[in-house]
């Protein structure tokens, strides 16, 4: 079994390094560098996204280089890059979609903003929005197109961040937030009321926007924030998720993490090394069914990782629910959900509830892939009421 797990490490590490700069993958599976730069994603060889001399002097949203892409009939959009803050609170360079439909906005005021969080869920570059919405390989095309044909701009940004940290709360919520500052650089309006969305890893980004919002960016006109599934507390998922059917996705997001938090590199031992090496390119397709690659003891330095001092500072630091959002959110969430349980949710609408927080959370039927059909249109309606001005405020739990 070992040997089986080290060939098939092997040959997933070849094909992650195909057409990449590393000049001796295998010596680097034999020996694992120390470097953290080796565990980043493979640059895309695009200068576009490499920051201007200086970019870090600029305040948080600032535009450093734009360019027109084609998207989907109906719409403009254009790509931005502009300035955020990492999960350290260090300058990085961070990217966007901004789609605008053709058809003028028919509704009262100024034209919605909608930040649209898809759940990216990956480690690779070739993952990221800002790669697959002009290629026509987007997974959740169809959400950006149901938003636009409403009228709204869509905000799409590449929330994890230029090293594609997976799961990382603080720098997913910076940059959704200063890609919406960005966005003011191609017509919208600082008046429009702005709404905040996204599933399960999209979640992510979108509660923590919500909930940074008003020390970060208290100047955007956030009318509401709706997500659904979200993954909120590492202590929760290394349960439902590590040794489960999800342990593919649970290595994957603690890779992230370990990207914003490189001191966790120390808790890996060689094979922990190396399954990073072999997962750092891969896009959420692979990483789902990716059954081998587990969290657990052959694979860490030291003997039980979760207890660990700077394991358990980062997941504290990354869950959800800390501080409180100043706009009203919705939350949907699977009763049957087994990958991200309903506990979660629950305690995050708790917490933000007892800090003063407006929090309606729904719990529908389903597992973690029905749930998101079942409770999407009802977060859409309520966020489109949000846009519309109609008030809301207190907290309930409704379930299904």
């Given at each position: 079994?070992?040997?089986?797990?080290?060939?098939?490490?092997?040959?997933?590490?070849?094909?992650?390094?195909?057409?990449?700069?590393?000049?001796?993958?295998?010596?680097?599976?034999?020996?694992?560098?120390?470097?953290?730069?080796?565990?980043?994603?493979?640059?895309?060889?695009?200068?576009?996204?490499?920051?201007?001399?200086?970019?870090?002097?600029?305040?948080p949203g600032a535009v450093?280089?734009?360019?027109?892409?084609?998207?989907t009939p109906g719409a403009?959009?254009?790509?931005?890059?502009?300035?955020?803050?990492?999960?350290?609170?260090?300058?990085?360079?961070?990217?966007?979609?901004?789609?605008?439909?053709?058809?003028?906005?028919?509704?009262?005021?100024?034209?919605?903003?909608?930040?649209?969080?898809?759940?990216?869920?990956?480690?690779?570059?070739?993952?990221?929005?800002?790669?697959?919405?002009?290629?026509?390989?987007?997974?959740?095309?169809?959400?950006?197109?149901?938003?636009?044909?409403?009228?709204?701009?869509?905000?799409?940004?590449?929330?994890?961040?230029?090293?594609?940290?997976?799961?990382?709360?603080?720098?997913?919520?910076?940059?959704?937030?200063?890609?919406?500052?960005?966005?003011?650089?191609?017509?919208?309006?600082?008046?429009?009321?702005?709404?905040?969305?996204?599933?399960?890893?999209?979640?992510?980004?979108?509660?923590?926007?919500?909930?940074?919002?008003?020390?970060?960016?208290?100047?955007?006109?956030?009318?509401?924030?709706?997500?659904?599934?979200?993954?909120?507390?590492?202590?929760?998922?290394?349960?439902?998720?590590?040794?489960?059917?999800?342990?593919?996705?649970?290595?994957?997001?603690?890779?992230?993490?370990?990207?914003?938090?490189?001191?966790?590199?120390?808790?890996?031992?060689?094979?922990?090394?190396?399954?990073?090496?072999?997962?750092?390119?891969?896009?959420?397709?692979?990483?789902?069914?990716?059954?081998?690659?587990?969290?657990?003891?052959?694979?860490?330095?030291?003997?039980?990782?979760?207890?660990?001092?700077?394991?358990?500072?980062?997941?504290?630091?990354?869950?959800?629910?800390?501080?409180?959002?100043?706009?009203?959110?919705?939350?949907?969430?699977?009763?049957?959900?087994?990958?991200?349980?309903?506990?979660?949710?629950?305690?995050?609408?708790?917490?933000?509830?007892?800090?003063?927080?407006?929090?309606?959370?729904?719990?529908?039927?389903?597992?973690?892939?029905?749930?998101?059909?079942?409770?999407r249109p009802g977060a859409?309606?309520?966020?489109?009421?949000?846009?519309?001005?109609?008030?809301?405020?207190?907290?309930?739990?409704?379930?299904?």
């Amino acid at each position: 079994m070992r040997k089986a797990i080290v060939l098939a490490g092997a040959a997933a590490l070849m094909l992650s390094f195909a057409g990449s700069a590393q000049a001796d993958p295998l010596q680097d599976f034999i020996s694992p560098p120390s470097d953290p730069a080796a565990y980043l994603p493979t640059s895309l060889g695009d200068p576009w996204f490499d920051p201007p001399a200086g970019y870090e002097n600029l305040q948080p949203g600032a535009v450093l280089d734009r360019r027109d892409v084609a998207v989907t009939p109906g719409a403009s959009s254009v790509q931005l890059l502009f300035r955020s803050t990492d999960s350290k609170n260090q300058p990085i360079a961070a990217s966007t979609t901004v789609l605008t439909p053709d058809a003028p906005w028919t509704g009262g005021g100024e034209r919605p903003v909608i930040a649209y969080n898809e759940a990216t869920d990956s480690l690779g570059n070739k993952c990221a929005p800002s790669y697959t919405l002009p290629r026509g390989n987007n997974k959740e095309i169809d959400q950006v197109r149901i938003l636009l044909d409403r009228g709204y701009t869509v905000v799409v940004t590449d929330y994890q961040g230029p090293r594609q940290a997976y799961s990382a709360g603080l720098v997913s919520g910076h940059t959704v937030l200063d890609g919406l500052r960005a966005s003011r650089s191609t017509g919208v309006s600082a008046d429009a009321p702005i709404g905040i969305t996204g599933y399960s890893g999209g979640a992510i980004a979108s509660g923590w926007a919500a909930q940074l919002a008003p020390e970060y960016a208290p100047e955007l006109n956030i009318a509401g924030v709706a997500f659904g599934g979200p993954p909120t507390d590492y202590k929760i998922l290394q349960t439902s998720l590590n040794g489960q059917i999800g342990s593919g996705l649970f290595t994957a997001a603690t890779i992230g993490l370990s990207r914003e938090y490189p001191e966790m590199r120390q808790l890996a031992n060689d094979n922990g090394k190396r399954l990073a090496l072999a997962q750092k390119d891969q896009c959420v397709d692979v990483l789902s069914y990716t059954g081998l690659l587990l969290l657990d003891q052959r694979n860490l330095s030291v003997p039980d990782v979760f207890e660990h001092p700077i394991t358990k500072a980062v997941i504290e630091e990354n869950r959800m629910g800390q501080k409180k959002p100043d706009a009203p959110v919705y939350i949907y969430q699977g009763l049957q959900d087994f990958l991200i349980p309903k506990e979660g949710a629950e305690a995050v609408q708790d917490q933000w509830c007892a800090a003063g927080a407006s929090v309606h959370l729904e719990e529908v039927p389903g597992d973690h892939t029905l749930a998101q059909s079942n409770g999407r249109p009802g977060a859409y309606d309520w966020l489109a009421q949000r846009l519309a001005g109609v008030p809301t405020s207190g907290c309930e739990r409704v379930i299904n």
